[in-house]
């Protein structure tokens, strides 16, 4: 069976759990991530990135997690076009955006996002990362801070261990691994390695590297995510302005299975000027 990412197998088996509907689920069916209209290719640092936009307004970059694609966010895409440009990418080597190279790692693609941005001559975006997009969203405004105005992540880590991740989800990581470099080498295999490399060798990011980051951040986790709730709160500890939401009775797809809280809660964070909270403040 080919294998897919935990991300990827976490959204349909659920999704089908939760809407099935003739066998297929939202995500089988949505125009998000093969809309024509709209949908085009550009040429990015070495390969074409496939890419959907969509509203008019603020630009705000959306960014899907380990082996995802566009439609993860059918439901924060019409949410949002209501009030901002949403632009929203196939990353490298996942959904349309073909990659064969050897290679691949968060800072390539974090890389890849900014020449996006470049392309369409956008200086400056929201940004809203879910699992591997959150990575994503971190590293970009580490490495490209005046790029992101806001950033709102959801279910990120800065390294892969037992730390940081689930001890399951670890050892299940670790053994998908082992299991697809027993199998021969195809493209779809290769592929697969490149994915899997970062769901259990990377990302490594240091609590300094988060000091750096200047924009507002709102930093979200599930209370059972598959990243530690302490390492999210690492994280929303280690960012100078930063906000957390730990949701309640929630796992790693909050954009889904908290669709509408998750929608409002970043709605109001984008919209809304970021406070410090100190001294008195403290008790209100």
Not at 62 to 74: M, P, T, V
Request: net charge positive; proline share 6%.
């Amino acid at each position: 069976m080919k294998l897919k990412s935990l991300l990827l197998l976490l959204i349909i088996a659920l999704a089908k759990l939760t809407f099935a509907q003739e066998g297929k689920t939202p995500f089988d069916t949505t125009m998000y991530g093969r809309n024509p209209a709209v949908g085009k290719y550009a040429d990015i640092r070495g390969f074409k990135m496939y890419y959907e936009t969509y509203g008019k307004g603020e630009p705000l970059l959306i960014i899907h997690g380990n082996g995802g694609s566009i439609n993860n966010f059918l439901y924060q895409i019409p949410y949002f076009a209501k009030n901002y440009q949403v632009v929203i990418a196939d990353s490298r080597a996942q959904g349309k955006s073909v990659d064969p190279t050897d290679s691949l790692s968060y800072e390539m693609m974090t890389d890849d996002l900014n020449a996006l941005l470049d392309k369409l001559n956008l200086k400056q975006c929201y940004v809203i990362g879910w699992s591997d997009g959150g990575i994503n969203g971190l590293l970009l405004a580490i490495r490209h801070p005046d790029k992101v105005k806001k950033l709102a992540v959801t279910g990120a880590n800065l390294w892969p261990d037992s730390t940081a991740v689930d001890p399951f989800v670890y050892k299940w990581a670790m053994g998908e691994n082992d299991k697809v470099k027993k199998e021969a080498v195809t493209p779809q295999t290769k592929n697969e390695l490149k994915l899997l490399h970062l769901l259990s060798y990377e990302p490594h990011i240091t609590v300094e590297q988060l000091h750096t980051i200047t924009c507002p951040t709102l930093v979200i986790g599930g209370d059972h995510d598959v990243i530690l709730p302490v390492h999210t709160m690492l994280i929303a500890q280690s960012i100078p302005n930063s906000y957390l939401w730990i949701i309640p009775n929630s796992g790693h797809s909050t954009p889904i299975f908290k669709k509408d809280q998750f929608n409002a809660i970043v709605a109001d964070f984008f919209a809304s000027p970021f406070r410090k909270i100190d001294g008195y403040g403290k008790f209100r």
